[in-house]
């Protein structure tokens, strides 16, 4: 078997190609003739791994057509076919048809082409696409050949494997991406709970690939593990649905106070369990990945209780914060975005609260090490859950508190939802888009509860031990502590960028790379949402001066949801987000809006594409806007000062973090301009001053 190769200087790349001079099938010749080079659009690929997109817009091109001629347009030969698997309509009327890519009748991973419609007419179309393949096609390997190559590679006994296929599948390699045919297999060790999609060359019998199926916060950089739950039977299935009474309760939480949550009534007692919403949460303390009992602890998954409906112990508000953070997200998703459950068909949401992250529990005889430093969404062989640590890192306190906070559960619940949509690969960008994509829904997740919402991730988790308040900062990602691995870059390829070239190959665990930056580099797509949501102005690490007037977090949601779960797929880059986000953003407002300016300004600002409001100002305006002074800040007696020496039609207006227009648009005068806000609750605000068109952001502080 012969490997195919793909040369390419760098992943983000853009080329168009054509359409073919020839039908690879018989066609009726009235469908034909709607494929001329006159009239159907173009293919613009945008990274190596094969995506492209097209813009059908005005084209007129019905989607029978597209589907009848989907070789010829996409320029392939008769080897390559391509296999309607699922049609979606949504909300908006927009229709999407999936295709599955083969090769010579064998699957070619990854590779879907999205055909989106409306009216029966074609709008847009992307996904990716391997046009140019050249491999023999061999038998696959036998299971037992491939268990046996992973048991070597994973080191650990009790492997479990499912999901075993043959595949064609892309590699990353020094000279560009490679085509590899594969045999595929799922490997999990509920003794550590290491989970991978792994990727065996059928020829050489070498592991190619392997792909993470276990998505942590990533909170230290020395310690990257995590431990099992137990797989949901189908017997804990039917529990579910049993007629037990949901009662509303005021629980105590660990960090946000007390809350409004639902438990369930049971023989007498109370349980963390939300029947309605489907969501048990439970204590894993007992889990030591085996089943089996461990010295002084049950070896059991157990339940939470309470006499009564009110959990208000100490030892249970970092569960309880938990369980009201699944509460909070079940109905973010639902009200937001009309998803019910993190796969949208209502499945069961589990969390367990004081797992042992410990890949190697035993250290001695009967002894096991207690690492509670994590958290992570575990998806992998009919696990589906969330499990949290307390905060004990290597067994040790004063490092971190329980590892419970909202957006931290957020962002691990969308983790599950992510991997339902897009399915991002977990390696360099489509791996960091996928942390991007956990970090900006775990952030509107708080938003929606209201309860102190803010754009740090994590904060308060930290202790002043490692010199951290938080792990990640949204609003400004290299603020991050680097003890903490927290310094992100705010620009693509910018400062604190970890290289994601074909010259960095993806490896985990303790010492390994982060898979080529997939917690580092979503630093850039939060900076993008946050600026989308509040708005912003400065200069960015390419020297490119810019100004994101923000259009609120519940529109940036609904863009950035739409943009992951209708455009997106599994190596997708920062380019295809990019593009794929404009799309969204037109679907939702329109070709015209300020909704898509905003978004390309947002994208201008992290250093993609060009700024669509701030060429033609002046660079006195720029430098006028940039030395406005507002002070004191934070603000303490209900008034401050703007100090400026801005001339002509100049305002100002105050918004809350979440959008919220809190004081309304008022004329600032040049020089001394006294602004009262009186009755503002104290938190943090932010003030657009806006100069003839060009506006700036500046956070205000409110005691």
């Not at 604190?496 to 070239?501: H, I, R, V």
């Amino acid at each position: 078997m012969k490997k195919t190769l793909i040369i390419s200087k760098a992943l983000a790349f853009v080329f168009v190609l054509g359409s073919t001079s020839e039908f690879v099938h018989a066609q009726n010749r009235t469908e034909s003739s709607e494929l001329s080079s006159e009239n159907f659009p173009k293919i613009t690929k945008t990274s190596a791994m094969g995506n492209f997109y097209s813009d059908f817009g005005g084209k007129n091109i019905s989607s029978q057509s597209l589907h009848t001629n989907l070789n010829k347009w996409m320029g392939t030969d008769q080897n390559h076919s391509f296999k309607l698997v699922e049609t979606v309509k949504d909300d908006l009327g927009f229709v999407r048809d999936s295709f599955q890519h083969y090769y010579k009748n064998v699957k070619v991973a990854d590779e879907l082409i999205y055909i989106h419609e409306k009216n029966g007419k074609v709008t847009y179309v992307n996904g990716e696409l391997s046009e140019n393949i050249n491999l023999s096609i061999i038998p696959p390997l036998s299971q037992s050949e491939v268990e046996s190559i992973v048991n070597a590679d994973m080191k650990v006994a009790g492997v479990t494997f499912d999901e075993f296929n043959q595949v064609i599948t892309k590699v990353y390699a020094d000279r560009g991406i490679e085509l590899h045919l594969v045999s595929q297999i799922n490997a999990l060790s509920l003794k550590t709970l290491q989970g991978y999609m792994y990727y065996v060359d059928n020829t050489t019998r070498k592991i190619v690939k392997k792909l993470e199926k276990i998505h942590r916060h990533n909170i230290t950089p020395i310690q990257n593990n995590i431990s099992p739950v137990n797989k949901i039977s189908s017997n804990d299935q039917k529990l579910w649905i049993s007629p037990l009474v949901d009662t509303s309760s005021t629980s105590a939480t660990y960090y946000k106070g007390n809350q409004q949550i639902t438990v369930d009534s049971n023989n007498g007692t109370f349980r963390l369990k939300d029947n309605a919403r489907n969501i048990h949460t439970q204590d894993g303390t007992g889990w030591d990945g085996n089943g089996s009992p461990v010295t002084g602890l049950t070896g059991t998954i157990a339940e939470y209780t309470s006499s009564t409906a009110n959990f208000t112990a100490t030892a249970t508000k970092p569960a309880v914060e938990v369980h009201w953070a699944m509460k909070t997200a079940y109905d973010y998703y639902i009200n937001r975005h009309n998803r019910n459950s993190y796969d949208g068909t209502g499945s069961i949401i589990r969390n367990y609260y004081n797992i042992n992250f410990n890949r190697n529990p035993t250290t001695g005889a009967g002894q096991t090490p207690i690492d509670g430093s994590n958290a992570a969404a575990v998806d992998t062989q009919g696990i589906v859950a969330m499990v949290y640590g307390s905060g004990l890192y290597q067994g040790q306190a004063g490092y971190f508190s329980p590892i419970v906070g909202i957006d931290v559960a957020g962002h691990e619940y969308s983790h599950l939802m992510v991997s339902r949509t897009a399915n991002l690969a977990y390696q360099k960008e489509s791996g960091a888009l996928n942390e991007s994509f956990a970090d900006m829904f775990g952030t509107a997740i708080e938003f929606y509860s209201n309860v102190n919402p803010n754009w740090t991730i994590a904060e308060g988790i930290p202790n002043a031990a490692i010199g951290a308040t938080y792990f990640r900062n949204m609003s400004n990602p290299n603020a991050g502590s680097n003890q903490i691995g927290g310094q992100q870059p705010d620009t693509y390829q910018g400062t604190y960028w970890q290289d994601t070239s074909a010259a960095c190959t993806p490896t985990g665990g303790q010492t390994g790379n982060d898979y080529c930056g997939v917690h580092k580099n979503s630093g850039v797509g939060n900076y993008w949402f946050y600026l989308l949501s509040v708005g912003g102005s400065g200069t960015n690490d390419l020297g490119t001066n810019f100004s994101v007037t923000g259009i609120t977090i519940q529109k940036a949601e609904k863009i950035a949801y739409r943009t992951l779960a209708t455009y997106l797929t599994a190596n997708s880059t920062y380019a295809n987000a990019y593009a794929s986000s404009k799309q969204a953003a037109i679907d939702l407002y329109g070709a015209g809006s300020n909704e898509l300016q905003q978004v390309e300004n947002a994208w201008c600002a992290v250093g993609l594409g060009n700024c669509a409001n701030v060429l033609a100002v002046s660079e006195n305006v720029k430098n006028d806007l940039q030395n406005v002074k507002i002070y004191p800040n934070p603000v303490s007696n209900g008034q401050f000062t703007i100090e400026s020496d801005l001339k002509g039609n100049v305002a100002y207006e105050i918004y809350d973090f979440s959008g919220k227009l809190i004081k309304t648009s008022e004329k600032l005068e040049k020089g001394i301009h006294k602004v009262n806000i009186n009755g503002v609750q104290s938190g943090v605000y932010i003030l657009k001053i806006n100069a003839d068109g060009t506006i700036i952001s500046k956070k205000l502080v409110v005691k």
